[in-house]
């Protein structure tokens, strides 16, 4: 089905995984208000450069259609826009609606992953080096925004992924506006700062969303302008300004800065689940901590983030030891 992923996803498969983008001749929109081609250099694979955006595979800011095509709708400084992404012969087409429609097309080429250096990724591990070979068109997505990767990083705090992605599906389509243009069914732009503000306190438990999590955000929103200043930073220096905000720390702000900033080096420490998966991928050790972690991608400084996805994307995991953990939901308490 398209859109979906497989196999069923996981927060950390969803961070350094890839999105189904079926194949095929992108159909012709009519009437696009903004057109932008672009021919980058390189191979380019549209869903896994893409696919750390998408958060779960009802996620009403995020479309992978049958046609080839990836749908993203989003707040810019100069308003809501929608973006559809499409390849074909070498050649990618960005089209564009709404007030943010020029913003979204100026920096297309650095969503696509044009600020990126892969080549600057060495690999002394066989599995990262064949996982590379394997996923040529693996670049960093840079979206120059940081609202919309920290909100949904805060609701991912310590539960499950199903919990994150329910919460951010129906806080989005009940808050959100309509995505502009002929965007697929059911797409809307994230809740503008004041909106998050707004929200009753009911709302959010309802949403599951305890109040630890709420408070994060609703402190976040209120500097928002502050917090956006960050993408002008360095990604260490906007990791710091953002771990002012009393809630975020270290894993959320890397969370962010991987999306915001295209920082290969913002690896993700106090994780559930990356530091087992990175231990049993380069040492065979499953029970591995963070500075274990660590350690074993030391190798890789400067390139960090782009080491860990590439072990995430070697599918290579240790095996399961106990059942998924139960989903929560204290909407129904």
Known sequence: ???????????????????????????????????????????????????????????????????????????TPAGPGTLRVSACGGEVRGEAWGPGADWLLERLPELLGAADDPSAFAPRH??????RHRRPGLRLTRTGLVLES????????????????????????????????????????????????????????????????ASTILRAVRVAARLEEAVGMEPAAAQARLQVVPGIGPWTSAEVVQRSHGAPDAVTVGDLHLPGIVGWALAGDRSADDSVMLRLLEPYAGQRHR???LILLSGRVPPRRAPRMARGDIGRL
């Open 307 to 309: 080491a860990a996805r």
């Open 126 to 131: 066989r599995l990262l080096a064949l996982t």
């Open 1 to 75: 089905m398209a859109g979906r992923f497989a196999p069923r996803p996981t927060r950390t498969t969803v961070r350094g995984g890839h999105v189904a983008v079926p194949p095929g001749v992108p159909r012709q929109a009519a009437a696009p208000a903004r057109v932008r081609r672009w021919v980058p250099e390189g191979p380019l694979d549209l869903g896994l450069v893409l696919g750390p955006l998408r958060r779960g595979p009802a996620d009403p800011t995020f479309r992978a259609t049958p046609d080839g095509s990836v749908w993203r709708a989003t707040r």
């Open 150 to 213: 920290l909100i949904p990083s805060i609701l991912e705090q310590k539960v499950t992924t199903d919990e994150a992605y329910r919460a951010w599906r129906l806080l989005v389509r009940k808050y959100g506006d309509p995505a502009p243009g002929p965007a697929p069914g059911r797409m809307y732009v994230m809740p503008a700062p004041r909106t998050w503000a707004l929200i009753p306190s009911w709302e959010w438990h309802r949403a599951g969303v305890d109040n630890k999590r």
